[in-house]
Protein backbone atom coordinates (compact mmCIF):
# COMPACT_ATOMS: atom_id res chain seq x y z
CA UNK A 1 0.00 0.00 0.00
CA UNK A 2 2.33 2.48 1.10
CA UNK A 3 5.83 2.33 -0.56
CA UNK A 4 9.35 3.57 -0.21
CA UNK A 5 11.85 2.68 -3.01
CA UNK A 6 15.32 4.74 -2.77
CA UNK A 7 14.44 7.72 -0.71
CA UNK A 8 17.04 10.42 0.28
CA UNK A 9 16.31 13.22 1.96
CA UNK A 10 18.13 16.39 3.16
CA UNK A 11 17.61 18.95 5.51
CA UNK A 12 19.88 22.27 4.12
CA UNK A 13 23.01 21.00 3.84
CA UNK A 14 22.90 17.47 6.09
CA UNK A 15 22.51 14.50 4.00
CA UNK A 16 19.77 12.15 6.53
CA UNK A 17 18.44 9.70 4.15
CA UNK A 18 20.60 7.68 1.90
CA UNK A 19 18.14 5.92 0.52
CA UNK A 20 15.18 4.54 2.47
CA UNK A 21 13.14 1.47 0.62
CA UNK A 22 10.11 0.02 2.90
CA UNK A 23 6.82 -1.15 2.42
CA UNK A 24 3.48 -1.27 4.21
CA UNK A 25 0.88 -3.41 3.39
CA UNK A 26 -3.03 -2.64 4.67
CA UNK A 27 -3.82 -3.40 7.94
CA UNK A 28 -0.27 -4.30 8.71
CA UNK A 29 1.56 -2.81 11.70
CA UNK A 30 5.61 -2.41 11.06
CA UNK A 31 7.54 -1.19 13.36
CA UNK A 32 10.72 1.52 12.33
CA UNK A 33 13.69 1.11 14.96
CA UNK A 34 16.83 2.56 15.72
CA UNK A 35 18.81 5.19 17.68
CA UNK A 36 18.15 8.56 17.70
CA UNK A 37 19.14 10.77 15.01
CA UNK A 38 19.23 7.64 12.54
CA UNK A 39 16.61 9.48 10.48
CA UNK A 40 13.13 7.62 12.08
CA UNK A 41 11.18 10.47 12.17
CA UNK A 42 12.60 11.99 8.44
CA UNK A 43 11.55 9.24 6.90
CA UNK A 44 7.76 9.66 8.55
CA UNK A 45 7.64 13.04 7.48
CA UNK A 46 9.28 12.62 4.20
CA UNK A 47 5.91 10.43 3.62
CA UNK A 48 3.73 13.48 4.79
CA UNK A 49 5.17 16.01 2.61
CA UNK A 50 7.05 18.02 5.63
CA UNK A 51 10.15 17.63 3.82
CA UNK A 52 10.36 17.08 0.24
CA UNK A 53 12.99 14.46 -0.84
CA UNK A 54 15.73 15.31 -3.42
CA UNK A 55 15.72 11.57 -4.53
CA UNK A 56 13.72 8.37 -5.24
CA UNK A 57 10.11 7.64 -5.24
CA UNK A 58 7.00 7.06 -2.25
CA UNK A 59 3.75 5.91 -3.58
CA UNK A 60 0.89 5.45 -1.68
CA UNK A 61 -1.74 2.79 -3.17
CA UNK A 62 -0.05 2.77 -6.17
CA UNK A 63 0.19 7.02 -6.43
CA UNK A 64 3.24 8.70 -6.67
CA UNK A 65 2.63 11.21 -3.75
CA UNK A 66 7.01 12.17 -3.31
CA UNK A 67 6.87 15.94 -2.61
CA UNK A 68 3.11 16.10 -2.63
CA UNK A 69 1.50 18.91 -0.60
CA UNK A 70 0.98 17.55 3.17
CA UNK A 71 -2.40 18.64 2.88
CA UNK A 72 -3.28 16.51 -0.07
CA UNK A 73 -1.04 13.48 1.44
CA UNK A 74 -3.42 13.81 4.46
CA UNK A 75 -6.76 13.75 2.03
CA UNK A 76 -5.36 10.13 0.89
CA UNK A 77 -5.83 8.50 3.66
CA UNK A 78 -2.75 8.93 5.78
CA UNK A 79 -2.82 10.80 9.12
CA UNK A 80 0.36 11.70 11.00
CA UNK A 81 1.06 11.49 14.78
CA UNK A 82 3.82 13.48 15.52
CA UNK A 83 6.80 13.11 18.21
CA UNK A 84 6.38 16.60 19.71
CA UNK A 85 2.15 15.60 19.65
CA UNK A 86 1.75 18.80 17.78
CA UNK A 87 -1.72 20.05 19.35
CA UNK A 88 -3.06 22.97 18.63
CA UNK A 89 -2.77 24.27 22.15
CA UNK A 90 -5.19 27.39 22.23
CA UNK A 91 -7.76 25.25 20.47
CA UNK A 92 -10.36 23.01 22.76
CA UNK A 93 -9.93 19.17 22.44
CA UNK A 94 -13.24 19.33 20.73
CA UNK A 95 -12.05 21.81 18.00
CA UNK A 96 -8.49 19.80 17.95
CA UNK A 97 -10.68 17.32 16.66
CA UNK A 98 -12.82 19.11 14.12
CA UNK A 99 -9.47 19.90 12.20
CA UNK A 100 -9.57 16.41 11.11
CA UNK A 101 -13.56 16.41 10.85
CA UNK A 102 -14.14 19.57 8.90
CA UNK A 103 -13.35 17.85 5.34
CA UNK A 104 -15.87 17.51 2.46
CA UNK A 105 -17.89 14.14 1.66
CA UNK A 106 -18.50 13.69 5.77
CA UNK A 107 -22.46 13.04 6.69
CA UNK A 108 -23.42 14.63 10.10
CA UNK A 109 -24.13 10.82 10.86
CA UNK A 110 -20.67 9.78 10.38
CA UNK A 111 -19.10 12.61 12.20
CA UNK A 112 -20.83 11.85 15.27
CA UNK A 113 -19.87 8.17 14.81
CA UNK A 114 -16.57 8.75 14.56
CA UNK A 115 -16.36 11.56 17.59
CA UNK A 116 -18.48 8.37 19.93
CA UNK A 117 -15.71 6.09 18.74
CA UNK A 118 -13.05 8.61 20.20
CA UNK A 119 -14.76 8.89 23.33
CA UNK A 120 -15.32 5.62 23.67
CA UNK A 121 -11.41 5.04 23.13
CA UNK A 122 -10.31 7.92 25.34
CA UNK A 123 -12.99 8.83 27.72
CA UNK A 124 -11.04 11.87 29.39
CA UNK A 125 -10.86 13.25 26.40
CA UNK A 126 -14.89 13.46 26.06
CA UNK A 127 -14.40 14.66 29.52
CA UNK A 128 -12.37 18.16 28.74
CA UNK A 129 -14.21 18.40 25.02
CA UNK A 130 -14.11 22.02 26.17
CA UNK A 131 -10.64 22.85 27.81
CA UNK A 132 -7.63 24.02 25.92
CA UNK A 133 -5.26 21.52 24.08
CA UNK A 134 -2.48 23.24 25.84
CA UNK A 135 -3.88 22.28 29.61
CA UNK A 136 -3.84 19.20 29.37
CA UNK A 137 -1.22 16.41 30.61
CA UNK A 138 1.47 14.95 28.19
CA UNK A 139 -0.75 11.82 28.52
CA UNK A 140 -3.38 13.49 27.43
CA UNK A 141 -2.10 15.31 24.28
CA UNK A 142 -0.50 11.61 23.34
CA UNK A 143 -4.07 10.71 22.91
CA UNK A 144 -5.57 13.91 21.70
CA UNK A 145 -2.80 13.45 19.01
CA UNK A 146 -4.19 10.34 18.61
CA UNK A 147 -7.55 10.95 18.37
CA UNK A 148 -7.31 14.02 15.81
CA UNK A 149 -5.44 11.61 13.46
CA UNK A 150 -8.50 9.09 13.66
CA UNK A 151 -10.67 12.11 12.32
CA UNK A 152 -9.45 11.58 9.49
CA UNK A 153 -10.14 7.91 8.95
CA UNK A 154 -6.93 7.05 7.66
CA UNK A 155 -5.85 4.13 5.78
CA UNK A 156 -2.10 4.57 7.51
CA UNK A 157 -1.53 6.47 10.67
CA UNK A 158 2.42 7.41 11.31
CA UNK A 159 3.06 7.64 14.59
CA UNK A 160 6.09 8.84 15.89
CA UNK A 161 7.35 7.74 19.34
CA UNK A 162 3.76 7.81 20.78
CA UNK A 163 5.62 6.61 24.33
CA UNK A 164 8.05 9.09 25.13
CA UNK A 165 8.25 10.28 28.20
CA UNK A 166 4.76 9.02 29.49
CA UNK A 167 4.27 7.22 32.63
CA UNK A 168 4.27 3.50 32.34
CA UNK A 169 0.44 3.04 32.69
CA UNK A 170 -0.12 5.88 29.67
CA UNK A 171 2.49 3.00 27.90
CA UNK A 172 -0.05 0.36 28.15
CA UNK A 173 -2.73 2.38 26.92
CA UNK A 174 -1.08 3.29 23.55
CA UNK A 175 -0.58 -0.40 23.63
CA UNK A 176 -4.25 -0.78 23.24
CA UNK A 177 -4.62 1.58 21.23
CA UNK A 178 -2.37 0.48 18.63
CA UNK A 179 -4.34 -3.19 18.81
CA UNK A 180 -7.24 -1.33 18.83
CA UNK A 181 -6.33 0.41 15.61
CA UNK A 182 -5.00 -2.39 13.96
CA UNK A 183 -8.23 -4.59 14.74
CA UNK A 184 -9.88 -1.96 12.49
CA UNK A 185 -7.59 -2.60 9.86
CA UNK A 186 -5.85 0.60 10.00
CA UNK A 187 -2.10 0.07 9.14
CA UNK A 188 0.51 1.55 11.12
CA UNK A 189 4.24 2.98 10.58
CA UNK A 190 5.35 2.64 13.91
CA UNK A 191 8.47 4.62 15.14
CA UNK A 192 9.44 3.74 18.75
CA UNK A 193 12.44 3.76 21.10
CA UNK A 194 10.47 1.08 23.27
CA UNK A 195 11.25 -2.47 21.55
CA UNK A 196 9.14 -4.33 23.34
CA UNK A 197 6.22 -2.57 22.82
CA UNK A 198 7.18 -2.10 19.05
CA UNK A 199 7.27 -6.04 19.11
CA UNK A 200 4.79 -6.74 20.68
CA UNK A 201 2.89 -4.23 18.40
CA UNK A 202 4.32 -5.05 15.00
CA UNK A 203 4.28 -7.90 12.41
CA UNK A 204 7.42 -6.24 10.96
CA UNK A 205 9.91 -4.53 11.56
CA UNK A 206 12.59 -2.14 9.87
CA UNK A 207 15.83 -1.39 11.69
CA UNK A 208 17.65 1.71 10.43
CA UNK A 209 21.53 2.99 11.16
CA UNK A 210 22.56 6.42 9.52
CA UNK A 211 19.86 6.95 7.20
CA UNK A 212 19.54 3.58 6.00
CA UNK A 213 17.64 0.52 6.65
CA UNK A 214 20.22 -2.07 8.01
CA UNK A 215 17.79 -4.87 8.90
CA UNK A 216 14.34 -5.97 8.27
CA UNK A 217 12.56 -9.28 9.79
CA UNK A 218 9.57 -10.51 11.33
CA UNK A 219 9.03 -9.24 15.12
CA UNK A 220 8.69 -12.79 16.15
CA UNK A 221 12.17 -13.34 14.80
CA UNK A 222 13.94 -10.59 16.41
CA UNK A 223 11.61 -11.61 19.61
CA UNK A 224 13.66 -15.19 18.80
CA UNK A 225 16.89 -13.59 18.15
CA UNK A 226 17.63 -10.25 19.18
CA UNK A 227 20.80 -9.81 17.60
CA UNK A 228 20.51 -7.46 15.23
CA UNK A 229 19.15 -5.09 17.54
CA UNK A 230 21.53 -5.64 20.03
CA UNK A 231 23.78 -4.46 17.25
CA UNK A 232 22.22 -1.96 15.90
CA UNK A 233 20.71 -0.27 18.62
CA UNK A 234 22.88 -1.16 21.35
CA UNK A 235 20.23 -2.39 23.94
CA UNK B 1 -13.21 70.48 31.58
CA UNK B 2 -14.79 67.51 32.82
CA UNK B 3 -17.20 67.80 29.94
CA UNK B 4 -14.49 68.07 27.11
CA UNK B 5 -12.73 64.38 28.66
CA UNK B 6 -16.03 62.84 28.09
CA UNK B 7 -16.70 64.35 24.80
CA UNK B 8 -12.52 63.48 24.16
CA UNK B 9 -14.01 59.69 25.13
CA UNK B 10 -16.27 59.51 22.82
CA UNK B 11 -14.40 60.98 19.93
CA UNK B 12 -11.52 58.47 21.35
CA UNK B 13 -13.58 55.40 21.33
CA UNK B 14 -15.26 55.86 17.92
CA UNK B 15 -11.69 56.22 15.97
CA UNK B 16 -10.91 53.28 18.00
CA UNK B 17 -12.97 51.31 16.65
CA UNK B 18 -12.44 52.50 12.88
CA UNK B 19 -8.77 51.53 13.85
CA UNK B 20 -9.70 48.11 15.23
CA UNK B 21 -10.79 46.88 11.92
CA UNK B 22 -7.81 48.06 9.97
CA UNK B 23 -5.27 46.89 12.74
CA UNK B 24 -7.43 43.61 13.27
CA UNK B 25 -7.19 42.58 9.77
CA UNK B 26 -3.21 43.71 9.51
CA UNK B 27 -2.89 41.63 12.94
CA UNK B 28 -4.49 38.82 11.39
CA UNK B 29 -2.31 38.22 7.95
CA UNK B 30 0.86 38.87 10.41
CA UNK B 31 -0.57 35.75 12.59
CA UNK B 32 -1.02 33.69 10.07
CA UNK B 33 1.84 34.26 7.50
CA UNK B 34 4.17 35.86 9.47
CA UNK B 35 3.86 38.69 6.60
CA UNK B 36 4.08 42.71 8.06
CA UNK B 37 1.57 44.31 5.54
CA UNK B 38 2.84 47.91 4.41
CA UNK B 39 -0.20 48.10 1.60
CA UNK B 40 -2.72 47.35 4.39
CA UNK B 41 -3.26 51.25 4.72
CA UNK B 42 -3.76 51.40 1.04
CA UNK B 43 -6.38 49.21 0.91
CA UNK B 44 -8.22 51.33 3.22
CA UNK B 45 -7.77 53.98 0.56
CA UNK B 46 -8.88 52.02 -2.23
CA UNK B 47 -11.63 50.96 -0.27
CA UNK B 48 -12.55 54.42 0.74
CA UNK B 49 -12.19 55.34 -3.48
CA UNK B 50 -14.22 52.27 -4.92
CA UNK B 51 -17.05 53.01 -1.84
CA UNK B 52 -17.03 56.83 -2.90
CA UNK B 53 -17.73 55.46 -6.59
CA UNK B 54 -20.11 53.01 -5.79
CA UNK B 55 -22.22 55.82 -3.91
CA UNK B 56 -21.70 58.61 -6.46
CA UNK B 57 -23.62 56.26 -9.00
CA UNK B 58 -26.01 54.86 -6.75
CA UNK B 59 -26.87 57.13 -3.89
CA UNK B 60 -26.77 53.74 -1.23
CA UNK B 61 -24.24 54.01 1.24
CA UNK B 62 -24.56 50.53 2.21
CA UNK B 63 -24.45 49.30 -1.09
CA UNK B 64 -21.18 51.29 -1.19
CA UNK B 65 -19.61 49.61 1.93
CA UNK B 66 -20.47 46.06 0.62
CA UNK B 67 -19.23 46.73 -3.11
CA UNK B 68 -15.86 48.10 -1.72
CA UNK B 69 -15.38 44.90 0.90
CA UNK B 70 -16.07 42.31 -2.21
CA UNK B 71 -14.24 44.16 -4.64
CA UNK B 72 -11.33 44.76 -2.30
CA UNK B 73 -11.52 41.56 -0.68
CA UNK B 74 -10.98 39.58 -4.13
CA UNK B 75 -8.69 41.41 -5.30
CA UNK B 76 -6.65 40.79 -1.53
CA UNK B 77 -7.07 37.20 -2.42
CA UNK B 78 -5.03 38.48 -6.10
CA UNK B 79 -2.26 40.37 -4.51
CA UNK B 80 -2.14 37.31 -1.92
CA UNK B 81 -2.03 34.85 -4.58
CA UNK B 82 0.53 36.77 -6.88
CA UNK B 83 3.10 38.63 -4.69
CA UNK B 84 3.16 36.42 -1.10
CA UNK B 85 2.28 33.56 -1.50
CA UNK B 86 6.01 32.43 -3.82
CA UNK B 87 7.47 34.50 -0.47
CA UNK B 88 6.32 32.20 2.02
CA UNK B 89 9.02 30.58 4.62
CA UNK B 90 11.14 33.01 3.11
CA UNK B 91 13.05 35.99 5.18
CA UNK B 92 10.68 38.42 6.24
CA UNK B 93 12.34 41.17 4.84
CA UNK B 94 11.37 40.31 1.41
CA UNK B 95 7.39 40.39 2.25
CA UNK B 96 8.28 44.28 4.01
CA UNK B 97 9.56 45.07 0.45
CA UNK B 98 7.13 43.25 -1.60
CA UNK B 99 4.35 44.63 0.54
CA UNK B 100 5.85 47.93 0.47
CA UNK B 101 6.21 48.15 -3.57
CA UNK B 102 2.44 47.17 -3.20
CA UNK B 103 1.94 49.94 -1.04
CA UNK B 104 3.44 52.56 -3.76
CA UNK B 105 1.77 50.97 -6.91
CA UNK B 106 -1.27 51.43 -5.19
CA UNK B 107 -0.63 54.85 -4.15
CA UNK B 108 0.06 55.85 -7.89
CA UNK B 109 -2.55 54.05 -9.63
CA UNK B 110 -5.03 55.69 -7.23
CA UNK B 111 -3.11 58.98 -8.37
CA UNK B 112 -4.21 58.08 -12.10
CA UNK B 113 -7.73 57.11 -11.51
CA UNK B 114 -9.18 59.72 -8.89
CA UNK B 115 -7.04 62.16 -9.36
CA UNK B 116 -5.13 64.36 -6.80
CA UNK B 117 -8.56 66.07 -4.89
CA UNK B 118 -10.12 64.19 -2.02
CA UNK B 119 -12.99 62.64 -2.79
CA UNK B 120 -15.85 62.60 -0.23
CA UNK B 121 -19.18 60.38 0.99
CA UNK B 122 -22.20 62.02 2.28
CA UNK B 123 -22.96 60.60 5.69
CA UNK B 124 -25.42 57.99 5.52
CA UNK B 125 -27.19 58.75 9.39
CA UNK B 126 -28.37 62.32 8.81
CA UNK B 127 -29.07 64.14 12.09
CA UNK B 128 -27.21 65.02 15.70
CA UNK B 129 -27.61 65.03 18.64
CA UNK B 130 -26.63 67.04 21.84
CA UNK B 131 -23.61 66.22 23.63
CA UNK B 132 -22.94 68.86 25.97
CA UNK B 133 -21.70 71.74 24.23
CA UNK B 134 -21.87 70.59 20.90
CA UNK B 135 -24.48 68.86 18.12
CA UNK B 136 -22.69 65.69 17.82
CA UNK B 137 -22.84 63.35 14.44
CA UNK B 138 -25.24 60.07 14.77
CA UNK B 139 -23.00 59.05 11.94
CA UNK B 140 -19.62 58.85 14.24
CA UNK B 141 -21.74 56.66 16.68
CA UNK B 142 -23.05 54.69 13.54
CA UNK B 143 -19.55 54.37 11.90
CA UNK B 144 -18.25 52.93 15.36
CA UNK B 145 -20.83 50.77 15.71
CA UNK B 146 -20.45 49.14 12.40
CA UNK B 147 -16.78 48.74 12.91
CA UNK B 148 -17.52 46.78 16.13
CA UNK B 149 -20.16 44.78 14.33
CA UNK B 150 -17.82 43.80 11.91
CA UNK B 151 -15.53 43.00 14.43
CA UNK B 152 -17.88 40.86 16.47
CA UNK B 153 -18.75 38.99 13.12
CA UNK B 154 -15.14 37.86 12.54
CA UNK B 155 -14.68 36.96 16.47
CA UNK B 156 -18.01 34.50 15.77
CA UNK B 157 -16.45 33.42 12.43
CA UNK B 158 -13.03 32.73 14.57
CA UNK B 159 -14.89 30.73 17.13
CA UNK B 160 -17.62 28.77 15.97
CA UNK B 161 -17.00 29.01 11.85
CA UNK B 162 -15.42 25.47 10.43
CA UNK B 163 -12.95 28.09 8.19
CA UNK B 164 -12.69 30.05 11.43
CA UNK B 165 -10.87 26.95 13.48
CA UNK B 166 -8.90 26.17 10.31
CA UNK B 167 -7.83 29.86 10.38
CA UNK B 168 -7.22 29.17 14.12
CA UNK B 169 -4.92 25.86 13.22
CA UNK B 170 -2.99 27.12 11.11
CA UNK B 171 -1.59 30.62 13.08
CA UNK B 172 -0.99 28.40 15.71
CA UNK B 173 0.42 25.72 13.67
CA UNK B 174 1.14 25.96 10.47
CA UNK B 175 2.86 22.51 9.97
CA UNK B 176 0.41 20.12 11.63
CA UNK B 177 -2.44 21.98 10.05
CA UNK B 178 -1.21 20.72 7.06
CA UNK B 179 -0.87 17.57 8.09
CA UNK B 180 -4.95 17.04 9.18
CA UNK B 181 -5.62 18.09 5.80
CA UNK B 182 -5.91 21.53 5.77
CA UNK B 183 -5.55 23.20 2.59
CA UNK B 184 -2.85 26.10 4.33
CA UNK B 185 -2.06 28.00 0.87
CA UNK B 186 -6.32 28.79 0.68
CA UNK B 187 -6.26 29.70 4.12
CA UNK B 188 -3.56 31.83 3.87
CA UNK B 189 -5.47 33.47 0.49
CA UNK B 190 -8.77 33.73 2.50
CA UNK B 191 -7.13 35.32 5.73
CA UNK B 192 -5.39 37.66 3.57
CA UNK B 193 -9.32 38.69 1.74
CA UNK B 194 -10.75 38.59 4.75
CA UNK B 195 -7.96 41.53 5.90
CA UNK B 196 -8.56 43.24 2.83
CA UNK B 197 -12.22 43.38 3.48
CA UNK B 198 -11.97 44.42 6.47
CA UNK B 199 -9.29 47.29 5.32
CA UNK B 200 -11.92 48.07 2.48
CA UNK B 201 -14.85 48.67 5.17
CA UNK B 202 -13.02 50.77 7.41
CA UNK B 203 -11.91 52.95 4.52
CA UNK B 204 -15.79 53.35 3.67
CA UNK B 205 -16.94 54.02 7.26
CA UNK B 206 -14.22 56.93 8.04
CA UNK B 207 -14.69 58.67 4.22
CA UNK B 208 -17.84 60.75 5.76
CA UNK B 209 -15.96 61.53 8.64
CA UNK B 210 -12.63 62.97 6.79
CA UNK B 211 -11.85 62.55 3.32
CA UNK B 212 -10.59 59.68 0.56
CA UNK B 213 -7.30 60.87 -0.70
CA UNK B 214 -4.49 58.74 -2.35
CA UNK B 215 -2.16 59.55 0.80
CA UNK B 216 -4.09 58.61 3.44
CA UNK B 217 -2.92 54.88 3.33
CA UNK B 218 0.35 55.40 5.12
CA UNK B 219 -1.26 57.07 7.94
CA UNK B 220 -3.78 53.97 8.25
CA UNK B 221 -0.96 51.74 8.00
CA UNK B 222 1.66 53.50 10.50
CA UNK B 223 -1.34 53.63 12.66
CA UNK B 224 -2.65 50.15 12.47
CA UNK B 225 0.59 48.64 13.25
CA UNK B 226 1.48 51.27 16.58
CA UNK B 227 -1.62 49.19 17.65
CA UNK B 228 -0.24 45.91 16.61
CA UNK B 229 3.05 46.48 18.53
CA UNK B 230 1.22 47.78 21.09
CA UNK B 231 -2.02 45.02 21.59
CA UNK B 232 1.10 41.74 20.88
CA UNK B 233 1.68 41.12 16.79
CA UNK B 234 -0.81 38.47 15.73
CA UNK B 235 -3.35 39.12 18.76
CA UNK B 236 -6.46 40.36 17.78
CA UNK B 237 -7.91 40.77 20.99
CA UNK B 238 -4.79 42.92 21.82
CA UNK B 239 -5.41 44.43 19.28
CA UNK B 240 -8.51 46.08 19.46
CA UNK B 241 -7.70 46.96 23.16
CA UNK B 242 -4.52 48.55 21.90
CA UNK B 243 -6.59 50.81 19.23
CA UNK B 244 -8.99 52.12 21.72
CA UNK B 245 -6.39 52.50 23.95
CA UNK B 246 -3.74 54.82 21.55
CA UNK B 247 -7.17 56.50 20.41
CA UNK B 248 -7.97 57.67 23.70
CA UNK B 249 -4.48 58.36 24.64
CA UNK B 250 -4.32 60.98 21.24
CA UNK B 251 -7.92 61.86 22.06
CA UNK B 252 -7.06 63.15 25.65
CA UNK B 253 -3.77 64.35 24.31
CA UNK B 254 -5.52 66.56 21.79
CA UNK B 255 -7.07 68.68 24.88
CA UNK B 256 -3.65 69.82 25.68
CA UNK B 257 -1.92 70.05 22.09
CA UNK B 258 -3.05 70.53 18.87
CA UNK B 259 -4.26 66.63 17.33
CA UNK B 260 -1.57 66.85 14.58
CA UNK B 261 0.77 66.98 18.33
CA UNK B 262 -1.11 64.46 20.00
CA UNK B 263 -0.16 62.04 17.38
CA UNK B 264 3.24 62.08 19.48
CA UNK B 265 1.57 60.33 22.30
CA UNK B 266 1.13 56.87 20.22
CA UNK B 267 4.76 57.10 19.46
CA UNK B 268 5.56 57.21 22.92
CA UNK B 269 3.38 54.46 23.74
CA UNK B 270 5.04 52.19 21.34
CA UNK B 271 8.46 53.19 22.26
CA UNK B 272 7.54 52.49 26.00
CA UNK B 273 6.20 49.26 24.61
CA UNK B 274 9.20 47.91 22.38
CA UNK B 275 11.19 49.13 25.96
CA UNK B 276 9.39 47.44 28.74
CA UNK B 277 7.40 45.21 26.82
CA UNK B 278 7.96 44.03 24.06
CA UNK B 279 5.51 40.77 23.51
CA UNK B 280 2.77 43.67 23.63
CA UNK B 281 0.72 45.56 26.34
CA UNK B 282 -2.42 43.50 26.02
CA UNK B 283 -1.20 39.81 26.01
CA UNK B 284 -0.98 38.21 28.79
CA UNK B 285 2.47 37.60 30.32
CA UNK B 286 4.77 34.94 28.58
CA UNK B 287 5.77 32.07 30.24
Known sequence: MLT???????????????????????????????????????????????????????????????????????????????????????????????????????????????????????????????????????GEQQMLAIARAMMLEPKIILLDEPTEGLMPRMVSQIRDIIARLHGDRVAILLVEQDVGLTLGASSRCYIMEKGLIRHQASSAALKADPSAIHQYMGV | MLEQILVQTVNGLVNGMVLALVASGLTLIFGIMDVVNFAHGDLVMLGGFTGAVTVAHTGNFWLGLLVASVVIGLF???????????????????????????????????????????????????????????????????????????????????????????????????????????PVPLVHT??????????????VLFA????VTQTMGFDFTLRAFIVVVVGGMGNLGGSILAALFISLLEAYASLVVSPSQAVIVSFVALILTLLFRPTGLFVPTPK
Open chain 2, 208 to 211: PLAA
Open chain 2, 190 to 203: GVFAIGAAMAAASG
Open chain 1, 4 to 138: LADVHTHYAKSHILHGISLEVQPGEVVGLLGRNGVGKSTTLKSIMGLVRPSQGRITFEGRDITGMASHKVAHLGIAYVPEDRRIFKLLTVMENLRTGLDRGGLTEARRRELLDKVYESFPVLGERKNQLGGTLSG
Open chain 2, 76 to 182: GALLQITTLRPLIGRDPLTTIIATFGISLVLQKYALWQFGPTAQNIPQPIAGRFELFYLQYPWYRLGAAVMAGAIIGALYLFLKFGKYGIWIRATTQDRVMAAAMGI
